[in-house]
């Protein structure tokens, strides 16, 4: 048990650390990839608008306040994760896996370039590697028996908040019906915006259902 905690907490300090990192490296926009025209990438607080950032970072956050935790724990300060936090875990692992599936299963597909360039400079962290990280940790590391089935539609909550903002943007800035991809970056209604009345439907859906999946395999054999 104190093995998987301690692995836990190292997991928990390298997703902060590699939040960190990213979010500086996109902040400023540093490349330290070459070859083709990054995209879904802005400088400064611009890097807010997409939803891969905010779920990162509030990944990290979680990720820091479960490594404080851990480290009270082991230090024998403190007896468990509690069950508001084991739930804030769920929500972010939940957040960071539509970032990733989302890229390489929809923007990467449609995207010049491929998912290739979906993967260069911050976003090869934030696409790929912290989301990974993310979900190996809760699944196999931060078991818990809170997590009760009524807290999996807790996951959705970022998606919702998310939704409401970017369609409530598309909506402010929509000309005889139509958008411009610079207010649609994730091009979700280029075809028109009654596409929204499908789209966010399905993406709330679909963010229950990761939300479900990463439940039932964080309680697998506990």
């Given at each position: 048990m104190k093995k998987k905690l301690k692995i836990s907490l190292l997991?928990?300090?390298?997703?902060?650390?590699?939040?960190?990192?990213?979010?500086?490296?996109?902040?400023?926009?540093f490349q330290f990839m070459h070859g083709v025209e990054p995209i879904f990438e802005e400088r400064r607080l611009l890097m807010l608008k997409f939803f891969t950032v905010q779920s990162n970072i509030f990944?990290?956050?979680?990720?820091?306040?479960?490594?404080?935790?851990q480290i009270r724990i082991l230090r024998g300060k403190e007896r468990?994760?509690?069950k508001r936090l084991s739930v804030l875990q769920l929500m972010a692992t939940t957040a960071v896996t539509i970032t990733f599936l989302v890229v390489?299963?929809?923007?990467?597909?449609?995207?010049?370039?491929?998912?290739?360039?979906?993967?260069?400079?911050?976003?090869?962290?934030?696409?790929?590697?912290?989301?990974?990280?993310?979900i190996i940790n809760f699944?196999?590391?931060?078991?818990?028996?809170?997590?009760?089935?009524?807290?999996?539609?807790?996951?959705v909550i970022p998606t919702l908040l998310y939704g409401t903002y970017y369609m409530g943007n598309i909506l402010i800035h929509m000309?005889?019906?139509k958008v411009s991809p610079v207010y649609d970056w994730y091009w979700f209604v280029q075809n028109g915006?009654?596409?929204?009345?499908?789209?966010?439907?399905?993406?709330?859906?679909?963010?229950?259902?990761?939300?479900?999946v990463l439940w039932g395999l964080n309680r697998k054999g506990k």
């Open positions: 997991l928990n300090i390298i997703i902060f650390v590699l939040v960190v990192v990213a979010s500086v490296i996109m902040f400023t926009g990944a990290g956050l979680i990720a820091l306040v479960s490594a404080y935790k468990v994760i509690s390489f299963l929809y923007l990467g597909p449609i995207s010049d370039g491929g998912i290739p360039v979906m993967l260069m400079n911050s976003n090869l962290f934030y696409h790929f590697i912290i989301p990974v990280l993310c699944i196999f590391f931060e078991k818990s028996n809170k997590l009760k089935f009524k807290y999996t539609f807790m996951g000309e005889n019906g915006v009654w596409t929204a009345v499908i789209v966010m439907p399905m993406m709330l859906l679909g963010s229950y259902m990761i939300s479900l």
